[in-house]
């Protein structure tokens, strides 16, 4: 399972398991000769340990100098001249799967959603809640190194670029993550990469929202910067696919081009900022940026399905869930848009 893959079902755990356990998820079936009398109403998942498990999953994934306080005591420091071929400081941040891959595009959509996760339900995630903010820290402190410098953003960590085709030492070489030197690669005007500077405004400008009241200063930092990410990817718009195809492609290629992420990084810095200006860029942008009515897709590649309305997202879960279900996960998205 791909990081990005592991950060969207804990967000999902969250959602579903709150709805499962405050709502008519399971109603009473009376008189049915397929269900007994008293049918519960609560799942028998334990929740709550998946919750600690997908949260304990990410210490195993860090890369960088580890802190005192590591769970997953069998993992060391790895990765400690990350970005040193460059002359930047890019030590930190997740691999991905379980490979010595640091791919920036999921990373920032995978963080955006525990961001979500945390900011909808962090009063019902009880002591794992300071877990997920020292997750989240560890993933927002790379972002901020990543995009350290204007009109630049440090994308990937890698093996040379001879082998980085096919990621061919990173995906298939038994290596662990402490043994192996890598290169970085980046966007910048030149070879634009608005998808992925985009979403890495998201994942800022939703981290402002959890840290502003714990530590306001770090707060400021992530929407400034998120403010300035998102203004890099709008002014030189491209795919960073297109830039770097033989560096993300074909894992992490943007199949799905970069609109939905500049509206998606612009809801987002509306709901930090409160900016009218971030309203009005949906606005205006909305019909060119936005996706068919027929696309029922939400992933780290396609965030469309909530930038084109409503109501196809709705028969997208109607068609899977009972309506109760639905109207919570509707309430929780539309305080984002």
């Given amino acids: 399972m791909t990081l990005a893959l592991t950060y969207s079902a804990l967000i999902l755990v969250s959602v579903f398991s709150t709805t499962l356990f405050h709502s008519d998820a399971f109603p009473a079936h009376h008189n049915h000769p397929l269900h007994p009398r008293h049918h519960p109403r609560f799942s028998s998942h334990n929740y709550r340990d998946a919750l600690t498990k997908s949260i304990l999953f990410f210490e195993g994934q860090r890369s960088g100098k580890l802190p005192s306080n590591q769970r997953m005591t069998w993992r060391r420091d790895s990765g400690l001249s990350d970005g040193s071929a460059m002359h930047v400081d890019l030590v930190g941040g997740y691999y991905d799967a379980g490979d010595n891959v640091k791919f920036g595009f999921p990373m920032a959509f995978t963080t955006t959603m525990l961001l979500w996760g945390v900011i909808e339900f962090g009063g019902l995630m009880k002591g794992e809640l300071q877990n997920a903010r020292m997750e989240i820290r560890w993933a927002t402190d790379y972002l901020l190194k990543a995009t350290a410098y204007p009109d630049t953003i440090y994308v990937q960590v890698c093996s040379t670029l001879a082998l980085c085709f096919l990621h061919l030492k990173d995906h298939a070489c038994w290596e662990r993550p402490e043994d192996m030197d890598r290169n970085v690669y980046k966007i910048d005007k030149n070879t634009p990469g608005s998808e992925v500077a985009a979403e890495t405004a998201a994942a800022l400008a939703a981290a402002s929202l959890v840290f502003r009241r714990s530590d306001p200063t770090y707060a400021k930092t992530l929407v400034r910067r998120a403010t300035r990410v998102f203004q890099f990817a709008d002014k030189h718009r491209g795919s960073y696919s297109n830039g770097l195809k033989p560096i993300v492609c074909p894992f992490y290629c943007s199949y799905s081009g970069y609109q939905d992420e500049l509206l998606w990084g612009a809801a987002w810095l509306h709901k930090a900022t409160k900016n009218p200006v971030c309203l009005n860029y949906i606005r205006v942008n909305g019909n060119t940026l936005g996706a068919a009515e027929f696309d029922n897709?939400?992933?780290?590649?396609?965030?469309?399905?909530?930038?084109?309305?409503?109501?196809?997202?709705?028969?997208?879960?109607?068609?899977?869930?009972?309506?109760?279900?639905?109207?919570?996960?509707?309430?929780?998205?539309?305080s984002v848009l």
């Avoid at 965030?303 to 996960?329: A, H, I």
Wanted: no cysteine.
């Fill in 297 to 334: 897709i939400f992933g780290w590649d396609t965030t469309s399905m909530l930038e084109q309305g409503y109501s196809s997202l709705r028969n997208f879960l109607f068609t899977r869930f009972n309506p109760s279900m639905t109207t919570r996960v509707m309430q929780t998205i539309s």
